[in-house]
């Protein structure tokens, strides 16, 4: 199972949370770096949760599963340098699981939640530059298909 697992990384992500909200209300801020341990267990848990077959984010690189771009499928092909996006942008989607667990959402509720939005993506680095140019900080359906990219079909 590894050191890492929804069993340990849930307490510690309320426990942040928790920490989270009393360093704003001691006046420090999330840009400051309040969410910061937030968004990196969540992220933990999510890879745990979604993508059980790897033992680092980087691995999805190689991993012949992985959703990605067309144009990052042929780069890959070539050799070339391809990047993960996190369709979510990260501190949004700890905000979004901060509000969760603030309105009392049970452990099931949280993992229900990271199964059903996390998700990776393979995309060049142009494709990433132009996602984040157009939307680098809200929620959105699906940021990749606002970006017009193509996803690559086996």
Not at 10 to 29: M, Q, V
């Amino acid at each position: 199972m590894g050191k890492y697992h929804h069993e340990n990384l849930i307490p510690a992500l309320r426990l942040f949370i928790e920490a989270r909200t009393k360093a704003l209300e001691g006046g420090f801020t999330d840009n400051g770096g309040a969410i910061h341990s937030v968004e990196r267990i969540l992220d933990i848990l999510s890879m745990h949760l979604c993508f059980p077959h790897l033992s680092h984010i980087n691995n999805l690189k190689a991993d012949l599963n992985a959703e990605i771009s067309e144009a990052a499928h042929e780069a890959r092909s070539r050799g070339e340098k391809i990047l993960i996006e996190h369709v979510l942008p990260q501190r949004a989607y700890a905000q979004k699981v901060i509000a969760l667990v603030n309105e009392g959402a049970t452990d099931a509720d949280l993992i229900a939640f990271i199964k059903a939005n996390y998700r990776l993506v393979l995309l060049t680095q142009e494709e990433t530059t132009r996602i984040n140019r157009l939307n680098r900080s809200r929620l959105s359906d699906d940021r990749i298909a606002d970006a017009g990219i193509k996803l690559y079909e086996s």
